[in-house]
């Protein structure tokens, strides 16, 4: 009997394939599906037009290099057998199958659980489903395989990080993906050089020494990234806006005030649901699982024309792309935002109470490199383990292992009240 091969084509890396019948079946999934019409950067897409691909496609390039990293690590002698293989493919696969529509924007005001745990909530639905398929999986996402659940020894440790770490496949892909759709090329890494220099000791995943420096550049370009692409503060004003718009819903809802929406996303409107009850109840998952972009943006289309001023006006400046004013600094912008409240509230003839959503601050931080998080690690040519942060001019010691953090406020402009805006 054949067996079926999925093979994409992928402007990132060119032609991938995913020989394995289990990853074709989570694939196929409609849950899997749905990240189609995900969108990977948010609304990053009104600054950089090109930014407008998905997490499916991450999610799948994401897999793609699982596959390469576990082929360097095979070729070692490290990875002992193709269950290993399967179960970090597999969760690489589905690191981000908990995303909340246009990703992180609204992970908090709309769902209130983060990605990362309804990910783990929905692997664990699917393996059910599958029949255990994803058993292994799903101890590699979590790392909580005890000896026993891989093959072969202990291995979950080195494949949960190639799934989630300081320098993960996550990140390698994202940061090429979001790099190539935006046209920013200081997102550009050398992923495939830091691929071959991956190497496991003590059951940790590290790289030789020889590969220090394209691992300064991978976190370089992530910082720059940060910077440039996801906090510009154009893409920061856009995301707060969609933010607020939702807020605003949700009040209006608890007031009682009925408003056009999609019935899965009419459902999280009524609800503020915890994971316990994610867990207990399959209809809230079932719910989110039918919950993605278009469920948004149609009705934020629609709240253009409604009673309340405040949800028509902030619809109408999304749809419309009249953003905020962003100022973003590392001075104290406390002053500022005094006048800006008192220009809004002139402007546009707001109350005390409505004031808020057009003119508001905020702090914004970059961590490029976390020293308290997982570190990464360097195997030096004489075989000492070392933090990266502690090789002779490392320039994440010098400099990329600080925390940049930076205060904004965003107001309305009278720009922003043109005559097709006013209530």
């Not at 290099?65 to 490290?78: F, N, S, T, V």
């Not at 998952?285 to 006006?313: A, G, P, R, Y």
């Not at 508001?360 to 004489?382: H, R």
């Amino acid at each position: 009997m054949s067996i079926k091969v999925k093979i994409v084509n992928d402007p990132v890396y060119g032609f991938i394939r995913f020989p394995e019948p289990e990853l074709v079946r989570v694939i196929d999934h409609p849950w899997f599906q749905r990240l189609r019409n995900i969108k990977q950067m948010g609304l990053a897409q009104l600054v950089y037009p090109g930014a407008v691909h998905t997490r499916f496609a991450h999610s799948l390039g994401a897999c793609h290099l699982m596959g390469k990293a576990l082929d360097e690590l095979k070729a070692k002698g490290i990875i002992p057998g193709k269950d290993e293989c399967l179960a970090a493919r597999l969760a690489a696969l589905l690191h981000d199958v908990g995303h909340a529509p246009f990703s992180h924007s609204l992970e908090e005001e709309l769902v209130g659980i983060s990605h990362e745990t309804l990910s783990r909530i929905i692997m664990r639905r699917m393996d059910t489903e599958f029949g255990g398929m994803l058993e292994k999986a799903i101890d590699v996402f979590d790392h909580s395989a005890s000896p026993p659940a891989l093959s072969k020894g202990d291995g979950a440790r080195y494949l949960h990080q190639l799934v989630s770490s300081q320098l993960d496949v996550d990140r390698m892909d994202y940061l090429n993906r979001d790099s190539f759709y935006t046209g920013v090329s200081e997102g550009v890494i050398g992923y495939d050089r830091i691929l071959q220099m991956l190497t496991v000791r003590n059951n940790e995943l590290m790289v030789e020494e020889k590969g220090v420096h394209s691992v300064e550049k991978f976190i370089i370009a992530r910082r720059l990234m940060y910077w440039q692409v996801y906090l510009h503060k154009t893409v920061l004003g856009a995301e707060m806006l969609l933010i607020n718009i939702f807020k605003r819903a949700k009040e209006l809802v608890r007031q009682g005030i009925e408003l056009f929406a999609s019935p899965a996303l009419n459902y999280f409107l009524k609800r503020h649901l915890t994971e316990d009850d994610f867990i207990k109840d399959p209809e809230h998952l079932i719910k989110f699982c039918e919950l993605d972009d278009n469920d948004v943006m149609v009705s934020i289309k629609v709240w253009q024309t409604h009673e309340d001023k405040v949800l028509s006006k902030l619809s109408k400046m999304l749809i419309l792309r009249k953003l905020y004013k962003v100022v973003l600094s590392s001075e104290n912008l406390a002053g500022i935002l005094g006048d800006k409240k008192e220009q809004a509230k002139s402007l546009l003839g707001l109350t005390d109470e409505e004031v808020p959503y057009f003119a508001f601050s905020g702090i914004t931080s970059n961590s490029t490199y976390n020293i308290n998080d997982e570190l990464i690690k360097i195997e030096t040519k004489s075989g000492i383990i070392k933090n990266i942060t502690e090789i002779d001019d490392s320039l994440v010691n010098q400099t990329l292992a600080r925390a940049v953090h930076k205060n904004y406020i965003c107001f309305i402009t009278p720009n922003s009240a043109l005559e097709e805006l006013t209530f």
